[in-house]
């Protein structure tokens, strides 16, 4: 059972920049592809970023291609999502989540979550 704790949100202007961080309990955590994911209210749960577990290799959705970066550090168990020009409609709760192997888009291929965390981006 992998536990994910999601940190970083906040109120930030238009053109700002949050860190978003997730730690995660398990110590075989460098296995795991990770990705963040978001929900804004009314809407589904959709992909934002990815990472691989072995290689670094990260993808992201087309809307955050460019101002969001993920990374990882296998030695702290923690993955992050730096969001850069953010913008109104990147409010939402995001989620980190992990699962077994190769990252993917999908939401349904994803094991475990963590409990989100607000990001609002005021105009």
């Known amino acids: 059972q992998v536990q994910l704790v999601e940190s970083g949100g906040g109120l930030v202007q238009v053109g700002g920049s949050l860190r978003l961080s997730c730690a995660a309990s398990?110590?075989?955590?460098?296995?795991?592809?990770m990705g963040w994911f978001r929900q804004a209210p009314g809407k589904e749960r959709e992909f934002v970023a990815a990472?691989?577990?072995?290689?670094?290799?990260?993808d992201y959705a087309g809307s955050v291609k460019g101002r969001f970066t993920i990374s990882r550090d296998n030695a702290k168990n923690t993955v992050y999502l730096q969001m850069n020009s953010l913008k109104p409609e990147d409010t939402a709760v995001y989620y980190c989540?992990?699962?077994?192997?190769?990252?993917?888009?999908?939401?349904?291929?994803?094991?475990?979550w963590g409990q989100g965390t607000q990001v609002t981006v005021s105009s």
């Open positions: 398990e110590r075989t955590f460098n296995r795991y592809a």
């Open positions: 989540a992990a699962k077994s192997w190769i990252p993917t888009t999908r939401v349904d291929d994803y094991t475990y």
């Open positions: 990472i691989s577990w072995s290689d670094g290799r990260a």
